[in-house]
């Protein structure tokens, strides 16, 4: 079946630096994928859409200068958590979904992020 | 606000015992909806989905779900759980047309069977 690999699955920065979060679609070509941020026993809220050769679509509140999406092929989408702060410390979750437009979304394993 | 509920934020069963995890959803007019499974380490996994047809709707591992549009509710049921079905499980919906962008998703139900 499809896959959707993210990268890092965990990674722990000092605040103030930024940090790289890759999701990649393993076997199929994702032209749109999406980006989630999911706290403690809270559920998954999308942050933003991105769609292959486009600018990402930020949701409200979601600050675009902070997070940077990157969206440049038909198989990889970036993340960039910029300046971090501990507020920032969260698991981030990628989807993807592949080209028409009943295409199921496939997630990736999520990346847990903590800003010391 | 347009929202997803799911109302069982830790539901603790021993096996064999039948499961029922609710879910609500406040948007009006045609949704989709979908539930989604967390297996510890794993990423999530469609169990089943619903866009129009029949409201019972049939998916992997035995699970079914009801969609009630009078109640807005789309229950995830499966009649005899066993233990590998200890895992986190989302409700998510999303408005208009299938495969349509931007789901939105429940808090998550975490499931624990006890052998």
């Known amino acids: 079946g499809a896959v959707v690999s993210q990268h890092p699955s965990r990674v722990i920065c000092k605040s103030g630096t930024s940090v790289k979060i890759e999701c990649r679609s393993l076997?199929?070509?994702?032209?749109?994928m999406f980006w989630y941020r999911q706290f403690p026993k809270q559920s998954l809220m999308l942050m933003a859409t991105?769609?292959?050769?486009?600018?990402?679509?930020?949701e409200q509140g979601v600050e675009k200068d902070k997070f940077l999406i990157n969206h440049a092929s038909l198989t990889l989408s970036t993340l960039t958590v910029t300046s971090a702060h501990p507020e920032d410390s969260s698991f981030y979750i990628c989807?993807?979904?592949?080209?028409?437009?009943?295409?199921?979304?496939?997630f990736g394993n999520g990346t847990r992020l903590t800003v010391t | 606000a347009q929202s997803v509920s799911q109302h069982n934020h830790h539901v603790i069963l021993s096996e064999a015992a039948s499961l029922e995890l609710g879910c609500n959803y406040s948007y009006g007019g045609t949704v989709n909806l979908f539930w989604y499974v967390q297996y510890p380490g794993q990423h999530l996994q469609l169990l089943l989905k619903y866009f129009s047809g029949d409201p019972l709707v049939k998916g992997i591992k035995g699970f079914e779900a009801e969609f009630i549009k009078s109640k807005f509710s789309f229950n995830l049921r499966k009649p005899s759980v066993q233990w590998s079905d200890t895992a986190e499980y989302f409700c998510?919906?999303?408005?208009?047309?299938?495969?349509?962008?931007?789901?939105?998703f429940g808090q998550g139900t975490r499931l624990t069977i006890n052998p």
């Open positions: 991105s769609n292959e050769g486009s600018k990402a679509t930020y």
């Open positions: 998510a919906v999303n408005k208009g047309i299938q495969g349509a962008q931007k789901l939105v």
């Open positions: 989807s993807a979904r592949g080209v028409g437009g009943n295409s199921p979304l496939h």
């Open positions: 076997d199929f070509q994702a032209t749109t």
